[in-house]
């Protein structure tokens, strides 16, 4: 296990020249040792652009950057002591796996001996043991990806960050990649910072998540947390899959997951604690140990249940029922308009 560190971002702000906007306002995040934690957003959110200021690529208008309470806003790169894993490998095409690895470790004047030692570690790690002596375009591009985060960690850095690192794979390769990504973390123990636009892999990977929009934070928390108690009606929509409905009061919403959405018909009675809308199916498909089942709400709102494949109920397109949630399952949000207002109040 590698010594943990934590990163501490302040009232970080940056401009790009003739932008109408900054591509950060005024972030403020603590990362805490060892964790690790996801940038996710879509693009132009601000997510890579806070990734780079932390490893030093771009520079802050305003605010700065501290690992262990030491300030870094104005180092080199190369002196913040960073891994850094990027979507393109730059892996270099006429050294082998174990040269490719060892080059940080040759750049950072390490004896041979100790050379052999870390790489022969990492490659474990990676479990590419087998693969030393192959040269890049003889491997996968999961492979190629592997030998990058060995690359990154060989000399143990302070900390890892990960841009998009798996955009470039099929998604069979980079589901299987994101459980190596979480093995790693785990057996290593550093601290991880991961950018990336797939909610699915953020839900996977995180300890905790950043949901970025227009240069800004807009919650932080666990995957459970964002997940069931999303703050806005941005975050509901962005991570996972919601049932958006208008709530009691002017500028409220109310979210149900599609989990948590059941189907009864349309005479039906209700439970004390349930609540109720009329609804018309408009799709159903299979997706494995559920149904997905598409609905139109009474009051145009357009939504989704998840039911499990051998619910008795048989279920047509066209079909007018009766979508039912438990009280406790509904989550009231603000819509965006009023998050925006109230955090400029």
Not at 80 to 101: C, E, K, S, W
Not at 129 to 148: C, E, I, T
Not at 314 to 343: F, I, K, P, Y
């Given at each position: 296990m590698?010594?943990?560190?934590?990163i501490?971002?302040?009232?970080?702000?940056?401009?790009y020249?003739?932008?109408?906007?900054p591509a950060?306002?005024d972030i403020?995040l603590?990362?805490a040792?060892?964790?690790?934690?996801?940038?996710l957003?879509?693009?132009?959110?601000?997510?890579?652009?806070?990734?780079?200021?932390i490893?030093?690529?771009v520079?802050?208008?305003?605010?700065?950057?501290?690992?262990?309470?030491q300030?870094i806003?104005?180092?080199?790169?190369?002196k913040?002591?960073?891994?850094?894993?990027?979507q393109?490998?730059a892996l270099f095409p006429h050294?082998?796996?174990?040269?490719?690895?060892?080059?940080?470790?040759?750049q950072?004047?390490?004896?041979?001996?100790?050379?052999?030692?870390?790489?022969?570690?990492?490659?474990?790690?990676?479990?590419?043991?087998?693969?030393?002596?192959?040269?890049?375009?003889?491997?996968?591009?999961g492979?190629?990806?592997?030998?990058?985060?060995?690359?990154?960690?060989v000399?143990?850095?302070?900390?890892?960050l990960?841009?998009?690192?798996?955009g470039?794979l099929d998604k069979r390769?980079r589901?299987?990649?994101?459980?190596?990504?979480?093995?790693?973390?785990?057996?290593?123990?550093?601290?991880?910072?991961?950018?990336?636009?797939?909610?699915?892999?953020?839900?996977?990977?995180?300890?905790?998540i950043a949901v970025?929009?227009?240069?800004?934070?807009m919650?932080?928390g666990?995957?459970?947390e964002?997940?069931r108690s999303?703050n806005?009606?941005?975050?509901?929509?962005?991570?996972?899959?919601?049932n958006?409905?208008?709530?009691?009061?002017?500028?409220?919403?109310v979210?149900?997951?599609?989990?948590?959405?059941?189907l009864?018909?349309?005479?039906?009675?209700?439970?004390?604690?349930?609540?109720?809308?009329?609804?018309?199916?408009?799709e159903?498909?299979f997706?494995g140990?559920?149904l997905?089942?598409?609905?139109?709400?009474?009051?145009?709102?357009t939504?989704?249940?998840?039911i499990?494949?051998?619910?008795?109920?048989?279920?047509q397109?066209g079909?007018?029922?009766?979508?039912v949630w438990?009280?406790a399952?509904q989550?009231?949000?603000?819509?965006?308009?009023?998050?925006?207002?109230?955090?400029?109040s």
């Amino acid at each position: 296990m590698m010594k943990k560190h934590s990163i501490k971002i302040s009232n970080a702000t940056r401009y790009y020249p003739g932008a109408a906007k900054p591509a950060i306002d005024d972030i403020s995040l603590d990362i805490a040792p060892g964790e690790f934690m996801t940038f996710l957003g879509p693009s132009g959110s601000g997510k890579t652009t806070l990734l780079s200021i932390i490893a030093g690529f771009v520079g802050l208008n305003a605010g700065s950057v501290e690992i262990d309470g030491q300030d870094i806003t104005n180092l080199k790169p190369h002196k913040r002591d960073l891994g850094v894993v990027f979507q393109q490998y730059a892996l270099f095409p006429h050294m082998t796996v174990f040269q490719n690895i060892a080059y940080p470790l040759r750049q950072r004047g390490v004896s041979r001996a100790e050379i052999e030692t870390r790489v022969k570690r990492v490659l474990d790690l990676v479990q590419l043991g087998d693969f030393a002596h192959r040269l890049p375009r003889q491997l996968s591009g999961g492979q190629q990806q592997r030998v990058a985060l060995a690359r990154a960690v060989v000399y143990e850095p302070r900390a890892l960050l990960l841009d998009e690192p798996l955009g470039a794979l099929d998604k069979r390769l980079r589901d299987r990649l994101q459980l190596e990504i979480a093995r790693m973390h785990r057996e290593l123990g550093m601290t991880f910072v991961f950018v990336t636009h797939d909610q699915e892999e953020a839900l996977t990977l995180s300890d905790r998540i950043a949901v970025f929009n227009n240069g800004k934070i807009m919650q932080v928390g666990t995957p459970t947390e964002l997940y069931r108690s999303p703050n806005s009606l941005f975050v509901a929509k962005f991570l996972g899959e919601s049932n958006i409905m208008e709530g009691s009061s002017r500028g409220t919403n109310v979210i149900v997951r599609p989990e948590h959405i059941h189907l009864k018909m349309p005479t039906s009675k209700l439970g004390e604690n349930e609540l109720s809308k009329a609804a018309r199916i408009t799709e159903i498909s299979f997706a494995g140990a559920h149904l997905k089942v598409g609905l139109a709400f009474s009051g145009g709102e357009t939504g989704l249940s998840l039911i499990t494949a051998g619910n008795p109920l048989q279920l047509q397109r066209g079909e007018e029922v009766l979508a039912v949630w438990s009280r406790a399952n509904q989550h009231t949000v603000m819509n965006d308009d009023q998050v925006a207002a109230a955090s400029k109040s």
